[in-house]
């Protein structure tokens, strides 16, 4: 059995693959910056070494009889004064560079669909200049391209709680987000796939409207939906890019990038929006 070096292991997605390589009996290692948060998720991994990914140095002694590394890192919300290039970029090549350094077999990296078409962005810039280090690196490697997680389609049903969803548009540009545990079992079953590149998303291909009307669903409320002209999206990321801070104009530039195109993977997995909406009022 393989032993996996797993990389951002207390993230949303982190945790699901932790618990993924733990059900399928690999050997498994967490690099953590929190050891205490990652032990309160009851996840019993073989070992958990405490690093800063952006500090190289930290991190050395944890690449020892590892036969594969799995690297979920990135910024979600920017903090500590750290860049996407410092993260995203970075960080990974940091790991990648170890990888190489220790002999490991193969290097699993967590990017985003449409990255290569989104590099106008700086958190796509960040991962595809990752992405095409790794290309380059002569390791195995396979890069899965999520079409975005269930955690991001909150912001929809915060929205509907609060009675409205505004949407630009017309509202029917689609995607089929996927559950942090279907894409868990994709990216270890990367493992043993000689495939390079993965494309996914979960079950339900859905329009922005449809997801507005889940999530209103699952409040039982009834829907109340607010179209926007796109003109307005378009002038919001030009105005907020002088306006915004840079750590909170990031996450906004990603967002609204995506909001204007189809972000549709091969459709995988079990679990539906519906039932992760109805989670969030537990």
Same mark, same amino acid.
């Given at each position: ?164 969803? @505004? /949407?630009?548009?017309?509202?029917? #540009? ?9 894409? %868990?079992?994709?990216? !270890? *079953? ?51 890019? @002088? /306006?915004?801070?840079?750590?909170? #104009? ?9 909001? %204007?195109?189809?972000? !549709? *993977? ?17």
């Amino acid at each position: 059995m393989k032993n996996v070096l797993l990389a951002g292991a207390t993230g949303y997605l982190g945790k699901y693959m932790s618990a993924e390589l733990v059900r399928q009996n690999y050997t498994t290692k967490v690099i953590v910056r929190n050891k205490d948060k990652f032990i309160k998720s009851g996840i019993s991994v073989n070992e958990i070494f405490t690093a800063e990914v952006t500090d190289k140095e930290s991190m050395k002694d944890a690449f020892g009889r590892i036969d594969v590394v799995i690297s979920t890192v990135g910024i979600t919300r920017q903090k500590d004064n750290l860049t996407y290039m410092d993260v995203d970029y970075q960080a990974n090549k940091h790991l990648l560079e170890l990888a190489k350094e220790n002999g490991v077999k193969k290097f699993i990296y967590v990017s985003v669909l449409q990255g290569e078409n989104l590099r106008h962005t700086a958190i796509c810039d960040a991962k595809e200049k990752f992405v095409d280090e790794l290309k380059n690196s002569g390791m195995d490697y396979c890069v899965i391209r999520p079409s975005g997680f269930f955690s991001d389609m909150t912001e929809f049903y915060n929205m509907a709680k609060k009675g409205r969803v @505004y /949407l630009f548009g017309d509202g029917q #540009y689609k995607s089929n987000p996927i559950d942090g545990e279907d894409l %868990a079992t994709v990216c !270890v *079953g990367a493992i043993n796939r000689s495939k390079k590149e993965i494309n996914v998303g979960g079950p339900e291909v859905l329009t922005q409207e449809e997801i507005a009307k889940i999530a209103f669903d699952a409040l039982r409320k009834k829907s109340k939906i607010i179209y926007i002209p796109d003109r307005v999206r378009k002038f919001a990321l030009s105005a907020g890019k @002088y /306006l915004m801070p840079k750590t909170s #104009y990031g996450p906004f530039e990603f967002f609204m990038n995506v909001m %204007a195109i189809d972000m !549709v *993977g091969k459709p995988y997995g079990k679990n539906n929006l519906y039932s992760y909406f109805k989670s969030l009022g537990k």
